[in-house]
């Protein structure tokens, strides 16, 4: 088993540093280690996007709550379905503006639509604010599995953090990128295999349905409201997180995002097969370890369920599938840091390779940062990490998705709705135990609901409130920095195919280490 799981991690820190030279291009320029380059095509975003959005919050997380509280664990298969619903509303459309304007955050659009730097820093640090716990979630996963097998944890994750550090620092995208084909392909064989060798080990699915107590099976009608607005929360949040615009940005047209959104469905299914475990661990009569509770039952599952061999291998599979996003959230926070933070309030005259410099060491400082939210933050539940973080990343849905369709609001009345969201969802969670299911009472009728979305309705509230209110009174709006034809799909202006194979050629011939991105820049006929 050790063996196993020690021979994968070494192919995956070869890829990953060896990354860099791969779709070669100038890792001095952000645009070339945040993006790499803006050039992937469908097939690699397709495994990126999925390897990023499908994480240790999948693997680990999922299959927990579906053993503590039976079918209320199966929310996170409906929310996916309808979380690209609203992908499909913002990204190709983000993508084509960010590609016209340069931007590289979403806090850069916000910058330039509303006129705001206020408003764009509040995005910028909510964005870190809301990464870090979703970082730590990577973290705890791979704590886990490393436990199970019996290894001294607090070395094997210093060693897992040293090579998610070096990769990433090196690589920067492209290293998360290139792994992420290795680790998707092994979580849906390992995930596919697993369920087969389990289910028959158990007698067939029939009999661990069986096995599991009735009031687990379905939802009670208490559980209905709870069940609910953890859907529509989680599926509006997961798309405003930072690592999501990274991994979409790094597409080399809109097309591509167009071509892959509809197929990440597919990951859906990947995400109810998982969240059967749950219930094999049940029906297996499996113990959680006493220090990480039934955050271990999958990793339990696989270790007396599984071959030594396959079981090594499957722990390998779930860390890598916890590096590759916790790379890539490391490096989206980074980007907002460097960008909206230390280039518009410490350094705005900063060079590429400046801005490149400080988001590389931003990278290594968000992925300690993340560390915190580990030692501080109860793991009865690793799920409530991510749920938590929703909370958060879910209250610059206003700005940022809105925002690419209107820019009614007012921008102040923007910031005021963020804070009230900010305050009302994190007093929700606090009051609760960091449980981020609040029971609302009213006359006689007893409600659950997700804090994430209590907190977005009262910001959208405070928003459309405040908007007239302010404009009433005068108060000056931002001036828009966008227009009509930066959110249509044209040329980039100033550009042609003629002169960019022009520039191509002679900057190859000048200087063929920093590998010019013709893709980069042929979007005349995206």
């Not at 931007?103 to 206020?118: L, W």
């Not at 449980?435 to 509230?461: D, F, M, Q």
Request: charged share 10%; net charge positive.
């Amino acid at each position: 088993m050790l063996a196993v799981f020690v021979g994968v991690f070494i192919v995956m820190t070869i890829m990953g540093l060896w990354a860099s030279r791969w779709r070669p291009g100038d890792l001095n320029r952000l645009q070339e280690w945040a993006l790499a380059g803006r050039r992937f095509g469908p097939v690699v975003s397709w495994f990126l996007i999925g390897g990023d959005l499908y994480t240790a919050y999948t693997f680990m997380a999922v299959p927990a709550l579906v053993y503590a509280q039976g079918a209320q664990g199966f929310f996170a298969s409906p929310y996916l379905t309808l979380a690209f619903v609203f992908a499909l509303l913002m990204m190709p459309r983000f993508w084509v503006i960010a590609r016209h304007r340069g931007y590289v955050t979403q806090a850069d659009f916000v910058r330039e639509r509303f006129g705001s730097s206020a408003l764009a820093l509040v995005v910028a640090i909510t964005g870190i604010m809301a990464t870090m716990p979703y970082i730590a979630i990577q973290i705890y996963g791979i704590q886990v599995c490393i436990a199970q097998m019996g290894i001294n944890v607090e070395l094997a994750l210093f060693i897992a953090f040293l090579i998610l550090a070096l990769y990433t620092y090196i690589s920067g995208l492209r290293g998360p990128a290139l792994i992420a084909i290795f680790k998707d392909l092994s979580i849906w064989l390992v995930a596919i295999v697993s369920f087969v060798i389990i289910s028959l080990r158990l007698g067939g699915l029939a009999h661990i349905f069986s096995a599991v107590p009735a009031s687990k099976l379905t939802l009670s009608p208490k559980q209905y409201s709870a069940f609910s607005t953890l859907i529509l929360g989680s599926a509006i949040a997961l798309f405003l997180y930072p690592h999501a615009f990274t991994a979409m940005l790094s597409a080399n047209s809109r097309r591509t995002l167009k071509r892959t959104l509809p197929f990440l469905l597919a990951y859906t299914f990947l995400q109810s097969l998982i969240g059967l475990f749950g219930f094999m661990a049940i029906a297996a009569g499996i113990k959680p370890s006493p220090l990480y509770k039934t955050n271990s039952a999958l990793p339990a599952l696989f270790a007396a369920m599984l071959p030594p061999w396959l079981a090594g291998f499957a722990f390998a599979a779930i860390s890598i599938g916890a590096l590759v996003p916790a790379g890539v959230m490391s490096i989206a926070a980074a980007n907002l840091f460097t960008r909206n933070i230390y280039r518009e309030y410490f350094h705005p005259n900063c060079t590429e390779r400046e801005e490149s410099a400080v988001a590389k060491t931003a990278s290594l400082v968000i992925k300690f940062g993340a560390l915190l939210f580990i030692l501080f933050f109860p793991t009865d539940f690793a799920i409530n990490l991510q749920l938590f973080a929703n909370v958060w990343i879910i209250q610059i849905m206003p700005a940022v998705l809105l925002g690419l369709y209107t820019r009614w609001f007012h921008h102040l009345a923007l910031i005021c709705g963020w804070a009230g969201g900010m305050i009302l969802g994190t007093w929700m969670v606090l009051t609760q135990n960091f449980s981020t299911v609040y029971p609302l009472e009213w006359g006689g009728l007893s409600l659950h609901v997700y804090a994430a979305l209590a907190g977005l309705i009262l910001n959208l509230v405070l928003c459309c409130a405040l908007t007239p209110l302010f404009d009433l009174f005068g108060l000056p709006r931002g001036q828009d920095s966008t227009n009509p034809t930066d959110y249509a799909i044209r040329p980039v202006t100033g550009f042609s195919e003629e002169r960019l194979l022009q520039q191509a050629q002679q900057l190859r011939q000048t200087a063929p280490a920093k590998a010019f991105s013709l893709e980069d820049e042929r979007v005349a006929k995206r």
